[in-house]
């Protein structure tokens, strides 16, 4: 029995099949773990979806803000594009985006030591503090009246945690932490317009897992999101695991008992949105 978590697939599902083959895959025994953003920029965002549904317990997702940006077009927030046009066109459509809403923000397991988020943790959280406040948000997305939640999903304020904080703007920012992350400060204010680079920090802003002083740097974590660091974290408790395969780089699993790396180099993709 072996336990993997991969990256973004973004609706690459011939190259996730082509890694499940590399790592011998077996549902019944093995177990995956997806950080999220399942969908979007690849081609098959639809076979992606179902595939991953129909694993039932042998796959464990986390909502990245892209499957959160399918949600939210299916409920008339956004024009979808590209692949999500095909979800959303499906005979399944309300099968699948209920499926999505169903997931959490943040997957940790006690056994393995392992917690899982799309984006990050900010420094400012614990692990309780964490599951706490991704709860308030999963507990709306996963109600009837979900649709109040994606008509005020979108946006970058507030740009730092407050536990006075009420209401969509709570709701907002922590999603936006868990799911949009890359930069903030030690006070976990957020910095949303540098997404590529790793070596030129914006000013007074680091990487949300290189705070010496974080709350979480002795969890071990696996995300995704970040393309651009190609999985380089320099930590031995935070490890990254979207290299970029949507954008000709490839998809990445590890196998979190023993931190092994499987890597499978893939086509350039067209970005579609």
């Given amino acids: 029995m072996s336990t993997y978590a991969i990256g973004d697939i973004q609706g690459c599902f011939d190259e996730l099949q082509a890694l499940l083959e590399v790592i011998n895959f077996n549902p019944k025994k093995d177990t995956l773990w997806l950080a999220g953003d399942?969908?979007?920029?690849?081609?098959?965002s639809l076979e992606t979806l179902r595939f991953i549904k129909s694993l039932g317990d042998s796959a464990i997702t986390v909502l990245g803000n892209h499957?959160?940006?399918?949600a939210a077009c299916h409920h008339g927030i956004k024009k979808a594009k590209g692949s999500i046009k095909d979800v959303l066109e499906a005979p399944d459509r309300e099968e699948l985006i209920n499926w999505i809403c169903q997931q959490p923000l943040i997957h940790h397991?006690?056994?393995?030591?392992?917690?899982?988020?799309?984006?990050?943790?900010?420094?400012?959280?614990?692990l309780k503090s964490a599951l706490k406040?991704?709860?308030?948000?999963?507990?709306?997305?996963?109600?009837?009246?979900?649709?109040?939640?994606?008509?005020?999903?979108?946006?970058?304020?507030?740009?730092?945690?407050?536990?006075?904080?009420?209401?969509?703007?709570?709701?907002?920012?922590?999603?936006?932490?868990?799911?949009?992350?890359?930069?903030?400060?030690?006070?976990?204010?957020?910095?949303?317009?540098?997404?590529?680079?790793?070596?030129?920090?914006?000013?007074?802003?680091q990487p949300w897992f290189s705070f010496?002083?974080?709350?979480?740097?002795?969890?071990?974590?696996?995300?995704?999101?970040?393309?651009?660091?190609?999985?380089?974290?320099?930590?031995?408790?935070?490890?990254?695991?979207?290299?970029?395969?949507?954008?000709?780089?490839?998809?990445t699993a590890m196998r979190l008992e023993d931190q092994e790396m499987f890597s499978l180099g893939c086509p350039s993709h067209k970005s579609i949105n």
């Fill in 38 to 44: 399942l969908v979007n920029r690849g081609p098959k």
């Fill in 67 to 70: 499957d959160l940006h399918l």
């Fill in 109 to 126: 397991c006690p056994i393995l030591n392992y917690t899982m988020v799309h984006a990050g943790i900010p420094p400012i959280w614990s």
């Fill in 133 to 205: 406040y991704s709860k308030q948000v999963e507990d709306l997305i996963q109600s009837p009246d979900r649709q109040h939640f994606f008509d005020h999903m979108y946006g970058d304020t507030p740009n730092v945690w407050s536990s006075d904080l009420e209401g969509v703007e709570r709701l907002r920012v922590i999603t936006n932490y868990l799911t949009r992350m890359r930069f903030c400060d030690a006070q976990g204010k957020l910095e949303f317009s540098t997404k590529e680079t790793v070596s030129n920090w914006p000013d007074g802003f």
């Fill in 212 to 251: 010496k002083q974080a709350k979480m740097k002795d969890n071990r974590i696996v995300f995704g999101h970040w393309a651009a660091l190609q999985g380089n974290t320099e930590s031995n408790t935070v490890f990254g695991l979207d290299t970029g395969c949507v954008w000709g780089g490839s998809l």
